[in-house]
């Protein structure tokens, strides 16, 4: 286990909805990324979060944005969804501390459906 | 655009043998890289990592070889067993002075199967 806990597991949402799914870290990981995970492709980079301010982010809408709180949780918002907004959503955690970063353990993800 | 790929979308394999999977990365500025292996349903899990000033570093079972020459990173398992079977990705990113840099990119993976 890499005690990074994501929910809800599954969700199916309409076209035009807005979804908020969550993740909870590893206890003192200040660092979180959320990845978009297509059907038969490597995960992408949506955006990361350190120290609860976002500083960095991939190629995807303003529509995606994101939190992320003092006690180790985040969260992922995804605004008027789309139908290829179908996808396994995963966040990695990691401690980001400029002389010993560590790897970055993934959740297991939310498969979300929009119809 | 640069692109981190991989040669083989599948590999199958006998129990017991060594596994070779390759991945071919464009950007030369990349000083770490990773191997990940993801299993169906899960998500990814660590196995190994390098950075840029090494070019070999083995862990159980697993070596990963990167040779920045031709920007080519290996993962290779000893005695595959039918655990390993999984979907393997690499993924290369720069490590900023300061924060984590977890902005990795993947390659689309290779599917390992391990046969009885």
């Known amino acids: 286990e890499t005690g990074v806990t994501q929910s809800p597991t599954h969700l199916i949402k309409t076209r035009g909805q807005q979804v908020t799914l969550r993740c909870s870290s590893q206890?003192?990981?200040?660092?979180v990324s959320w990845y978009q995970q297509a059907l038969g492709q490597g995960p992408q980079f949506i955006f990361q979060y350190y120290r609860e301010e976002e500083n960095g982010r991939g190629n995807f809408p303003p529509r995606f944005s994101g939190l992320q709180f003092p006690n180790y949780s985040s969260e992922l918002n995804v605004n008027a969804l789309e139908l290829d907004d179908s996808a396994l959503y995963l966040c990695a955690s990691s401690l980001g501390s400029g002389r010993e970063d560590t790897e970055a353990f993934f959740g297991q993800g939310t498969r979300l459906t929009v119809v | 655009g640069e692109s981190v790929g991989l040669h083989l979308p599948t590999l199958s394999v006998q129990e017991g043998d060594n596994s070779i999977i390759n991945c071919a990365y464009s950007?030369?500025?990349?000083?770490?890289f990773i191997w990940y292996k993801q299993e169906s349903g899960k998500g990814p899990q660590f196995i190994i990592d390098i950075r840029s000033n090494m070019d070999k570093r083995q862990g159980q079972r697993v070596t990963v070889l990167l040779n920045k020459t031709v920007k080519h990173l290996s993962l290779q398992i000893a005695a595959t067993q039918p655990g390993d079977s999984a979907v393997y990705f690499c993924a290369e990113t720069f490590r900023r002075s300061r924060y984590n840099n977890n902005d990795m990119r993947f390659g689309a993976g290779t599917r390992l199967t391990v046969k009885p």
């Open positions: 950007n030369s500025a990349s000083d770490y």
């Open positions: 206890s003192g990981h200040n660092t």
